[in-house]
């Protein structure tokens, strides 16, 4: 069965600090890994996406992410975090089937402090 | 550039009565169109989709049915409105051709309270 879990539903750390937000995925096949993010009472919008190639992707305002295989993860991270960067944070898997089979994790709630 | 819009923003319904929520995608022809349920401080639950005007999949069954009358057009709709309709609802859309790797375009969504 394909899931993705999000094991930590809220993180807070303070403005400047460095993040990482994880993301763990189930399924067997070669999977296709997004990292969306949600500003309060907005729609979603993409931070980056895996499907091959480098095992550290890239994405919008800082975000990187890093696929492993082995340890079926796609953890999210920024080196040093801003107060706007305060959301909800959603890791998704793609399986066979593209967008009509997203598997969405349950969200990680991020609170930047000043 | 490419536009999505939904309506109306927010909605507050009596349990029982009717709903229709829409949503228009502009500068985009023959997109991949999606609705999406989201229960309040909850993740993304997937409700229909559709790649071609006229055709429209089912992934839950929520009492809710949708149609897709024009290519750019998106209909979500029920005729008796459920306490648990309350939430979220969230249009998308997406390139055709089904790849894997496609990212979805999310509209700002509608807030549905249900009393």
């Known amino acids: 069965a394909q899931s993705v879990t999000q094991p930590d539903a809220r993180v807070t750390v303070s403005e400047g600090a460095s993040l990482q937000l994880r993301c763990k995925y189930s399924?067997?096949?070669?999977?296709?890994l997004f990292w969306y993010v949600q500003y309060p009472r907005q729609g979603l919008q993409l931070l980056l996406k895996y499907y091959s190639g480098d095992p550290v992707v890239q994405g919008v305002n800082g975000f990187e992410a890093e696929f492993s295989k082995s340890n079926s993860s796609f953890h999210l991270r920024k080196a040093s975090v801003h107060w706007s960067d305060s959301a909800v944070y959603f890791c998704?898997?793609?399986?066979?089937?593209?967008?009509?089979?997203?598997?969405f994790g349950e969200g990680t709630k991020l609170t930047v402090s000043s | 550039a490419q536009t999505i819009h939904q309506w109306p923003v927010a909605e507050i319904k009596a349990v029982g009565s009717p709903l229709s929520l829409g949503c228009t995608i502009k500068?985009?022809?023959?997109?991949?169109l999606y609705w999406y349920w989201q229960a309040t401080g909850g993740t993304l639950q997937q409700l229909f989709y559709s790649i071609t005007v006229g055709q429209v999949e089912s992934v839950v069954q929520l009492n809710l049915s949708a149609s897709r009358p024009k290519d750019d057009q998106f209909i979500l709709s029920t005729e008796k409105l459920l306490l648990s309709h309350s939430g979220f609802y969230l249009c998308a859309w997406s390139l055709t051709g089904g790849s894997s790797a496609e990212t979805l375009y999310f509209g700002s969504g509608t807030r549905l309270t249900v009393l």
């Open positions: 399924y067997s096949g070669t999977p296709y």
């Open positions: 998704v898997l793609s399986a066979q089937g593209g967008s009509a089979k997203l598997i």
């Open positions: 500068g985009k022809s023959s997109p991949n």
